[in-house]
T-cell receptor
């Protein structure tokens, strides 16, 4: 089956610093990758959709200058949380989809804690 | 607008059967997914229905009625490890996944 990895799995950072999260499709080419955020006991919230080689499409209410997304290759997308604040603490999950399939394959998630 | 409704929480007994319902109103329809999500983990794929009817996969089955905008996930022979949230998601006309809020399933011995 398709495998998606995320790194790091957990990160603690100080307020005002930036954090980069990587999402990789290990055994398929991901033409589209999705970034989600999930607060405790809440459902997934789509933040943005990125297609390889083009700019990400952000959902309403998501600051594109704060959450920088790069999808430079068919196997790697990165999410950088810039100038992180405690309210950015959340579970960030990426998913990937190849051009042949509409199923999204999820990474294991990254738990970000901003102190 | 687009909307997916599913119960917030359900409780069932180990060994029993439980049915989790999902109704949807979306702009277009290209299939419906069910995902399982344990606390603190990412969702894992359970099923995909694009045609009406029942799809059976081991202890789990998923049903779809497109005319009614309705699906259910049926879990048989419940085990304690089935305690999780179950997410219903519809692929709309733009091939974007629209997510329900999830149903937290609590299994009691």
């Amino acid at each position: 089956g398709a495998v998606v990895s995320q790194h790091p799995s957990r990160v603690i950072c100080k307020s005002g610093t930036s954090v980069k999260i990587e999402c990789r499709s290990l055994d398929f080419q991901a033409t589209t990758m999705f970034w989600y955020r999930q607060f405790p006991k809440q459902s997934l919230m789509l933040m943005a959709t990125s297609n390889e080689g083009s700019k990400a499409t952000y959902e309403q209410g998501v600051e594109k200058d704060k959450f920088l997304i790069n999808h430079a290759s068919l196997t790697l997308s990165t999410l950088t949380v810039t100038s992180a604040h405690p309210e950015d603490s959340s579970f960030y999950i990426c998913s990937a989809r190849d051009w042949q399939d509409y199923e999204q394959y999820f990474g294991p998630g990254t738990r970000l804690t901003v102190t | 607008g687009q909307n997916i409704d599913q119960p917030t929480e359900m409780t069932a007994t180990e060994g029993a059967i439980v049915q989790i319902n999902c109704t949807y109103q979306t702009s277009g329809f290209n299939g419906l997914f069910w995902y399982q999500q344990h606390a603190g983990e990412a969702p894992t794929f359970l099923s995909y229905n694009v045609l009406d009817g029942l799809e059976e996969k081991g202890r789990f089955s998923s049903f779809l009625s497109r005319s009614k905008g309705y699906s259910y996930l049926l879990l048989k022979e419940l085990q304690m490890k089935d305690s999780a949230s179950y997410l219903c998601a519809v692929l709309d006309s733009n091939y974007q996944l629209i997510w329900g809020a999830g149903t937290k399933l609590i299994i009691k011995p």
